[in-house]
């Protein structure tokens, strides 16, 4: 079946370093994939998407590209911020109605 | 902008209750989904609806039911609360035609 693997967390990092949560998945076809992100007493929103092999998402300083030989979607982000603290999922989508299967999450805390 | 709105953002109930979690969404998205978040194990999915009356389980449909009487409404039941539902529970909606599915706020359940 479908699943998601996701970088243990917590993450802890100084601010203006390097982030990179690791993903792999597992998956029939060739599903979509997907960063959301949940900031502290909210709900999920998307933060980039990619729908096929070597397609590379990017929205707010952050990158992820669909990796089908590895099965992989990391995400990256050259310069984290204090206000990019928050819970990262990675998620695939399957089914007839795009159902998410996401990851455990990760949560990253940025440190001034 | 998309709108997802949840009834409560806490609630309390006792063990053997009936709870109503309702979710309201204002951009006429055909597929609408309810989910619960545990820590370490991500987003699991109860159930989805991809049309008025209609709705298929999900990954962990036990305990529950659902009920979509109208387009914007998606309602998730707890026939008699356990104290094993305590959990974070999330609404989802999507358009069919697109996979990006926006969620709301979240509900906190504590069930003592």
């Known amino acids: 079946g479908n699943s998601v693997t996701q970088m243990e967390g917590p993450v802890t990092l100084s601010e203006e370093a390097f982030l990179t949560i690791n993903c792999t998945y597992t998956?029939?076809?060739?599903?979509?994939l997907f960063w959301y992100v949940q900031y502290p007493g909210e709900g999920l929103q998307l933060l980039l998407k990619?729908?096929?092999?070597?397609d590379k998402g990017s929205n707010k300083g952050f990158e992820a590209t669909y990796r089908k030989e590895t099965t992989s979607f990391h995400l990256e982000k050259g310069s984290v911020q204090v206000s990019d603290s928050a819970v990262y999922f990675c998620?695939?989508?399957?089914?007839?109605?795009?159902?998410?299967?996401f990851g455990s999450g990760t949560q990253l805390t940025v440190l001034p | 902008d998309v709108k997802v709105t949840q009834s409560s953002r806490y609630l309390v109930k006792r063990t053997g209750e009936k709870v109503f979690l309702e979710c309201v969404q204002d951009?006429?998205?055909?597929?609408m989904f309810w989910y619960r978040q545990d820590p370490g194990l991500g987003l699991r999915l109860i159930y989805f609806?991809?049309?008025?009356?209609?709705?298929e389980k999900g990954d962990i449909p036990e305990g529950y039911s659902v009920s979509r009487e109208k387009k914007e409404r998606f309602s998730l039941i707890l026939e008699s609360a356990s104290t094993n539902q305590t959990s974070m529970y999330l609404c989802?909606?999507?358009?069919?035609?697109?996979?990006?599915?926006?969620f709301g706020p979240g509900t906190r359940l504590l069930v003592l």
């Open positions: 989802a909606s999507s358009w069919v035609s697109q996979e990006t599915q926006y």
């Open positions: 998956a029939t076809g060739y599903p979509s």
């Open positions: 990619a729908t096929k092999a070597d």
């Open positions: 998620a695939l989508t399957r089914g007839s109605a795009r159902q998410l299967t």
């Open positions: 951009m006429d998205h055909e597929n």
């Open positions: 609806s991809y049309d008025v009356k209609m709705k």
